[in-house]
């Protein structure tokens, strides 16, 4: 869903009802407010204030588009620890905005929070590819979308309705979508709280509601509903993860609490900075153990080695990449990541060269960077190296662009969207080994049959990894071949 028709108004207040016409905010069916960060002492209370300020002179625009039964949604996007779900926002949500008949998301937590994302994909290999094709926007790429006039449906069973879709995954429902026309019953479903969580891999005798919206990931061209149509297997969680010079204490805070919710236990989190992170020992628990640190930097070499870097199976690889430490230049950030992949890989190299041939370990970096030519840089140091060394590059400019146009175009993926990615408290995105699906196939099965086999497991597979070419394939036709030898399951599940 690539939007279009978008108007630039070089300069002006968003709080400025002149300038708000100027840019036809009164005739905008999305809005996203980029709420921008504060240095100032009480940056919850100022950037709260400034969201009042223009939420209160969009809603005094609406007063036409309230008499003519015609919808608005604003979309806040701004820093996490600046935009608390507080009760000046819920006042906003219930009663400011929606008086205007307006529709007000929080847009901003996933897009914010790069280093949490950052993290998960420490634990899983491969996971920052599924997150960056589900979340960006291209022509090419498979996303998240919320069905609404599936009325016809309603009373179904989910193991039913998710054969009616050929070639589309349908991954769960949206409670509260009205599929009536009725103005009364429309109007009781919009009043609905914007909290309601989605039903994300439900059971396949889950019965569809009137009221509910499918969800499914797919292309732009979604074909829709077409008539006719285990042992649990052991997680391959990561185990020892380096955590190199984290940054800034908030930024580490947040590294370690997506760690403690997304990772297996006897996972071993060793991190290495030039200072211990204060509140390290907190971090002990029977998931983790005790957290170790080792003093150095990304150029130490002999700390690395101690901290593990030549066994270990990931890296989240930070190296001071914020304006804590005096670099605010994206392109001198960039560099420093080139650079300290490189090391990484020589260290590696040099190590594994001198092990017995098939002993090999794999290890996996992650790293934020800006452009996608370095994330492309970092692909070839990686690949020519000839040594089991992967790596996933994230944009977090891409995916908070992406995520935000997913949201403003339909809200309540912003509920799809932060349940799977930030929470572990229902499903989540996992990459499975394909050998552990009950397949009656010796190395090769089609992904419908694989798809039929996750279900047996209560799982939603929505793609899958090739193993020869590292493709990644979401949505993909049920007929396509998938190698069970190397291959590996994308799917949503509950561990």
């Known amino acids: 869903m690539l939007l279009s028709g978008c108007r630039v108004l070089s300069k002006g207040n968003p709080h400025f009802l002149v300038d708000l016409v100027k840019a036809g905010a009164q005739n905008a069916k999305t809005i996203i407010y980029l709420a921008r960060d504060t240095t100032t002492r009480n940056p919850i209370d100022n950037l709260c204030l400034d969201t009042l300020a223009t939420v209160a002179s969009l809603a005094s625009l609406l007063e036409e588009r309230r008499r003519n039964d015609l919808r608005q949604t604003l979309v806040i996007s701004g820093p996490p620890h600046t935009l608390p779900e507080n009760e000046w926002v819920n006042q906003l949500r219930n009663d400011t905005y929606a008086e205007a008949n307006g529709q007000l998301v929080l847009g901003s937590v996933i897009g914010q929070r790069g280093h949490w994302l950052a993290a998960q994909c420490v634990l899983q290999p491969g996971l920052g590819k599924v997150f960056s094709h589900l979340i960006e926007q291209t ?67 889950y019965v569809m509601k009137d009221s509910d919206g499918i969800i499914v990931i797919g292309d732009d061209d979604i074909s829709g509903p077409q008539d006719g149509a285990a042992d649990d297997a052991a997680w391959n969680e990561t185990k020892e993860v380096v955590i190199i010079q984290p940054g800034s204490q908030e930024r580490f805070q947040l590294i370690m609490a997506s760690l403690t919710e997304f990772g297996g236990y006897g996972t071993c989190v060793t991190v290495v900075d030039e200072k211990q992170p204060e509140g390290l020992e907190t971090y002990v628990s029977e998931k983790f153990g005790t957290p170790r640190f080792v003093e150095g930097s990304i150029s130490s070499r002999d700390a690395l080695v101690e901290a593990g870097i030549l066994q270990c199976d990931s890296v989240l690889l930070c190296a001071n990449d914020d304006a804590d430490h005096g670099d605010t230049d994206p392109k001198s950030h960039d560099s420093r990541m080139l650079a300290a992949v490189s090391l990484l890989v020589m260290l590696r190299q040099g190590h594994q060269g001198a092990t017995t041939e098939g002993s090999a370990k794999p290890m996996h970096i992650v790293s934020i960077v800006n452009y996608p030519e370095t994330a492309a840089a970092l692909a070839v140091i990686v690949s020519s190296s000839g040594a089991p060394i992967s790596v996933d590059a994230l944009i977090p400019d891409h995916l908070v662009g992406g995520m935000l146009a997913q949201v403003a175009a339909q809200p309540s993926l912003n509920r799809v969207l932060t349940q799977i990615l930030m929470t572990s408290e229902d499903s989540e995105i996992y990459l499975r080994d394909t050998r552990h699906y009950p397949v009656d196939r010796d190395s090769s099965a089609t992904f419908g049959e694989l798809e039929e086999a996750a279900r047996i497991r209560g799982e939603t597979a929505i793609g899958f990894v090739s193993g020869d070419t590292g493709n990644l394939i979401i949505a993909g036709p049920r007929s396509q071949p998938v190698n069970l030898i190397s291959d590996r399951l994308v799917v949503l599940s509950q561990r």
């Open 139 to 205: 022509r090419d790429s498979s996303e998240f979308y919320v069905l609404h006039n599936v009325a016809n449906l309603a009373g179904k069973r989910h193991g039913e309705i998710r054969r009616m879709f050929p070639e589309d995954v349908v991954c769960g429902y949206m409670p509260g979508h009205s599929t009536s026309s009725d103005d009364a019953a429309a109007s009781q479903i919009r009043a609905m709280p914007l909290n309601v969580p989605p039903i994300l891999n439900p059971k396949d005798n």
